[in-house]
Each structure stands twice: as structure tokens, then as C-alpha cells.
């Protein structure tokens, strides 16, 4: 869940290499395509057309890996069956979301939900505002397995190929699923929030998908998922500890058990770029430098409840001001990343990947110089904004 990096504009990046054109065997290379999301007639809802997203999708870029590059994710398989799957945990094994909910078959049933309930009452509106985006997040899981299922060399072909890229898209799908469902019933029995609300901004987020800027192209997805992992894992961290600071220990203990879960992942997706970085490093870095340049986008960048086109920004404001994620968050993700992938001490590169070599080593400080400009600037627009999904009520954003 990257948020706070859409405020920070870093357009003024000179381009890490220029994009060349390709002849193209089977199908072209790169193709560009205005909003690929088209409404089936002209009806109009709330002012807008329906499933047409808060804000047009802009260019988009189709099939940029070159076909030859198939293979090396062909052979990868015995190594990914080996270095990957590993972190799958079997479903016996895997806790489920009835085991922190109230047991509905207990006589102690009701007594457990007003327990949970009562807690939740020292719950403050802008952790409920954050709670909820992430949630939002989470349920739209349809959307995420769609978007790795259109990386080439790696998709399930079939729904249900067994190859081990696409046992891992699954495996990974079903564990993600269970977040979604968690924070959804306990939301629910909290009482504190419009579910109404919150289930309309779920099927608008679905309906309106996702634009990573991945081009189904396994090397920028795989970066894009590492960083995205390690961005959730941050985020349901925090929140962790802050329903621990609020009182709520149970609530402490699902969002912890959330990050566990996203910490696992992102070693696992980390992995996946550590090993092209290993025997492809050139197409890696500079493929690492793109997904930077062009910003990572998280899942819900699209996010709209019916009533505000800014929902997404607005969210990411309160989680900023909470600390929940935070552009510094971001900056911090990316030297992780960078220092996780040994990516200055690479050898070897063309004068593309040295050029964004150098781009990725310096990016960091850059970013962070520009959230200090951007945090000044914040203090003199702040303002109050009502969220839906606490029925209208204004948080500080």
C-alpha cells in the first residue's frame, strides 16, 4: 500500500535509458494503448460512467521483454519449484481468520463481540479511516492475481497449470486471501464504520483494476511485488502498533500476524529479482530503474467509494500524518532494495545499466530531499475531509 509518494512529483528525473523499438516476431514488442477500461454503454452514475475509474488510466505499454528473454524464466522453473515454493505454508499448517474473530458457535458468543466491541470504542476515527484502506486493499486480491497472471514467461495458462511460477501465483493468492476476510468480519463487528460504504469502494476498486506500469514483463513485475510487499509489511506493522498503543491487543495481534505473512512474501519476491540479478543483470537494473522512475503505484491507486474522486490521496494523507506509510517509508524501501540486491556493486553493465546504476544509488536522498519540501508544504493545506466510510464524519487530511 504505497501512498505517499503520488504527492511527490519527481518529474524533474532525467530518463534512465531511452526506449528503443524492436522488430516483433508473433505479436509486437511494445504496443501503447490509451485507458484500456470502457464502460459496456452510456449510463451514467453519481456523474461518472459506470466501472470507469476515479481518474483516466493514461498511456499504457504492452509486451516491452523481448521474446528471446522467455527462456530464461522457462528455466528457471526447477529453481523456483526449489528457492520459492519453500515459502508456502501449507493450508494445515496456516492460521484462518476464525481463529481471532468471536466463535459464533460459543455460548460466550455475544460476550466475546461486545469484548470486541468495547475495545474498538478507544479506536480513534483516522485509525479507522487507515484500517479500512488497508482492508479495501487486501479484498481487492481478484485484481492482483490478474496482474501477475499477465506477465509473460510466468502466468498460469491454464488456471491451473502446474508449473511452479503459476502453483506460486495461486498458493500466494489463497494465503492474501485470508487477509482481506479477517479485517473485513472484525471491521464488521467493530460497529464503528459503514460497511455499506466500504463494500462499494471494494467493488469499484476491482471494477476499475490496477495500472503497475509492468508491461507483462516478469522483470518490472517482480520488482514491482518485492517493493509492494515490503510496503504492506511496513504499513500493517504499524498499525499493529498502533492499535497496540490504543488498547486493542487482539486487533495488535491481527495486523501483526497481516505483516508476518507480507514479510514472507517479500523475501520470497526478492529472492525471484536477486536471482535475475544474478544471471541477468543488465535488463534487471535498468528494469528496477524504470519501475522507479515511473514511481510505484500500489494496488489501490484507483480506489473510489461513489463520493470522492481523491479517495486514494485523502487516505494516504491520514496514513502519512499517522505514520502508518509515509513517503520517508518509501524512500527507505528503496535503498533496502537497493542494498538487498547489491545493486552499486554490480559489475559488468552497458552504458544503460550504469546509467541506472547511478539513478537507483542516488534516488533515495533525492526522494527524501522532496518529502522534506513536500511535509512544508503540507502544513499550509491541510484540511478537514469526510470519508464515507465513517459515515461522513471529517478527518484531518
Not at 504505497?2 to 511494445?30: C, E, K, N, W
Not at 469502494?201 to 516478469?218: A, C, F, V
Not at 498503543?245 to 529479482?273: F, M
Request: aromatic letters at 10%; a neutral charge.
Amino acid at each position: 500500500m504505497v501512498m505517499a509518494m503520488d504527492r511527490i512529483a519527481l518529474t524533474s528525473f532525467p530518463s534512465v535509458y531511452q526506449r528503443s523499438s524492436r522488430p516483433h516476431g508473433y505479436r509486437s514488442s511494445r504496443v501503447f494503448m490509451s485507458s484500456t477500461i470502457r464502460p459496456a454503454s452510456t449510463e451514467v452514475t453519481n456523474g461518472r460512467k459506470p466501472y470507469l475509474p476515479p481518474r483516466e488510466v493514461h498511456l499504457q505499454v504492452k509486451y516491452s521483454m523481448p521474446p528471446q528473454k522467455l527462456e530464461i524464466f522457462k528455466s528457471l522453473e526447477g529453481w523456483a519449484n526449489d528457492n520459492l515454493l519453500p515459502y508456502l505454508k501449507p493450508v494445515e499448517k496456516s492460521w484462518q481468520p476464525t481463529d481471532f474473530l468471536p466463535e459464533p458457535e460459543s455460548e460466550g458468543f455475544y460476550d466475546q463481540v461486545k469484548e470486541l466491541r468495547d475495545r474498538c470504542k478507544e479506536l480513534s476515527d483516522d485509525y479507522f479511516v487507515v484500517l479500512v484502506g488497508d482492508m479495501i486493499t487486501e479484498e481487492a486480491l481478484p485484481t492482483y492475481q490478474t496482474m501477475i497472471n499477465t506477465l509473460d514467461g510466468v502466468r498460469d495458462e491454464t488456471g491451473a497449470s502446474p508449473t511452479p511460477w503459476a502453483v506460486w501465483t495461486r498458493a500466494w493468492t489463497a494465503e492474501e486471501n485470508r487477509h482481506g476476510d479477517l479485517l473485513n468480519k472484525y471491521l464488521y463487528i467493530s460497529g464503528r464504520v459503514d460497511m455499506r460504504q466500504i463494500e462499494k469502494t471494494i467493488q469499484y476498486l476491482i471494477g476499475s483494476g490496477m495500472d503497475p506500469k509492468t508491461e507483462n514483463n516478469p522483470y518490472l513485475g517482480f520488482i514491482y511485488t518485492s517493493f509492494q510487499e515490503r510496503a504492506t509489511f511496513i504499513s500493517h506493522g504499524n498499525t499493529a502498533g498502533l492499535a497496540k498503543k490504543l488498547g486493542d491487543s487482539r486487533l495488535a495481534q491481527i495486523c501483526g500476524t497481516i505483516a508476518a505473512d507480507e514479510k514472507r512474501h517479500e523475501t520470497a519476491y526478492t529472492k525471484i529479482v536477486e536471482k535475475l540479478f544474478e544471471i541477468d543483470p543488465d535488463t534487471t537494473v535498468v528494469g528496477f530503474a524504470d519501475m522507479m522512475k515511473k514511481k510505484i503505484a500500489m494496488p489501490a491507486h484507483l480506489m473510489y467509494d461513489g463520493c470522492d474522486d481523491n479517495l486514494f490521496e485523502n487516505f494516504s494523507s491520514v496514513a502519512q500524518r499517522l505514520g502508518v506509510y509515509t513517503a520517508r517509508d518509501y524512500a527507505d524501501i528503496l535503498e533496502f532494495l537497493v542494498r538487498r540486491w547489491n545493486v552499486e556493486n554490480l559489475a559488468g553493465l552497458s552504458g544503460d545499466g550504469h546509467k541506472a546504476q547511478d539513478y537507483l544509488c542516488k534516488l533515495p536522498a533525492r526522494i527524501r530531499k522532496l518529502e522534506e519540501r513536500a511535509q512544508g508544504r503540507s502544513k499550509d493545506t491541510a484540511r478537514n475531509i469526510p470519508f464515507s466510510w465513517i459515515f461522513g464524519r471529517e478527518i484531518r487530511a
